[in-house]
């Protein structure tokens, strides 16, 4: 593996990814896990839950992430590049013709049929990182009720990530016999 792989990896998932972070997870874990086999599923997981409660889109915490896990300085430059390159040029392409085609009913069209699309991908990413993490019941549970805090009382999620953080380091210090 070189900084070379690296870009061109997360290029490609950059590239080939509607409806942004949550979205790429399926596809970073199938490159960088599964096929790649360039970090373990396990190691996967805490990279992407330290993605998910770092500021930031998670997109680019988990690149930055895996290529500093795996080259250090130089890999964070060639993933994140690799990961936001293709936006920005697609963005660029975008706005160069979108002002003459935006009230294009069938823009419009193209638009709606994306929409549940990245809903699918969204809803495989956090079934398939649900399945690796090991849930069990209290976890089901206590996943339901951090959706209800968050969706129907609009509890902020920093809130609810201090939280887990708290809870975390508590049982681990629980287990090791410090408190």
Known sequence: MNAIDLFITFFKIGAFTLGGGYAMLPLIER???DKREWIKKEEFLDLVAVAQ?????????TAVFVGYKLMGIKGVIFSCLGSVLPSF???VLIAAVFTG???SP???KIFLGIRPV?????????????KSARINKISIIFVLLVAIAIW?????PIYIIL??????????LKRSNNI
């Open 31 to 33: 490159e960088v896990v």
């Open 89 to 91: 040029i697609v963005i």
């Open 106 to 108: 069938v823009i419009e």
């Open 163 to 172: 939280l887990s953080i708290i809870v975390g380091v508590l049982r681990y």
């Open 152 to 156: 129907i009382f609009k509890i902020t």
């Open 53 to 61: 409660a770092s500021p930031g889109p998670i997109a680019i915490n």
């Open 118 to 130: 990245v809903a699918g991908m969204i809803f495989a990413s956090v079934f398939r990182l649900g």
């Open 101 to 103: 085609i935006k009230n």
